[in-house]
């Protein structure tokens, strides 16, 4: 990721109360970030950051839409985001992130980088299954379509009514009581 001065929040300078930021995101911040998973958008950020001598609280807001493209079509299309996060900093002796919502940072930082904050909610706000609004409201072909059956060891010759096969290495042992 390339360092970017817009997307560093000085945090030093700071009164303990509540701050408001906005932040529009387009396809130059994308580019900052070295990955084939969202090459454009357009997104607005509210960030509502609160805070106090021994912790920061940041509301994140993002609102738009990121270019995608579709798992079945190979189509771009634009998907719509709207995510809303919160992010705890709290100081300490050390960095650290102590958990994905909670970062560690020491009582001298002078500035708080969010860029790859932003990046990775609105990443992980990207369905796992990216489908062109077309095919959205098509109903699937098979209503199991999560159970479907995608291994097996049986061949296509095998009888698939026999449940009671058993394997006859297992006649042997049975035979052992």
């Not at 817009?6 to 580019?31: R, S, T, V």
Request: glycine letters at 4%; aromatic letters at 10%; one cysteine or more.
């Amino acid at each position: 990721m390339k360092k970017d001065s817009q997307f560093d929040l000085n945090i030093a300078k700071l009164a303990d109360k509540m701050h408001h930021y906005a932040f529009e995101l387009g396809p130059d911040f994308f580019a900052r970030f070295d990955q084939q998973l969202i090459q454009e958008g357009n997104l607005h950020v509210d960030l509502n950051l609160l805070k106090t001598d021994r912790l920061m609280t940041l509301d994140f807001h993002i609102k738009g839409t990121v270019q995608v493209t579709c798992d079945r079509s190979l189509d771009d299309f634009d998907q719509p985001i709207d995510v809303q996060r919160q992010l705890l900093v709290r100081f300490g002796d050390t960095y650290a992130e102590l958990d994905e919502d909670v970062l560690q940072i020491t009582s001298d930082t002078q500035v708080l980088p969010i860029a790859q904050h932003l990046f990775d909610y609105i990443g992980l706000a990207i369905p796992m299954k990216k489908l062109h609004p077309r095919f959205q409201n098509e109903p699937d072909e098979n209503p199991d379509a999560d159970s479907k059956l995608i291994f097996t060891t049986r061949t296509e010759g095998e009888d698939d009514d026999d449940d009671d096969y058993t394997d006859p290495r297992w006649n042997a042992l049975r035979n052992l009581n």
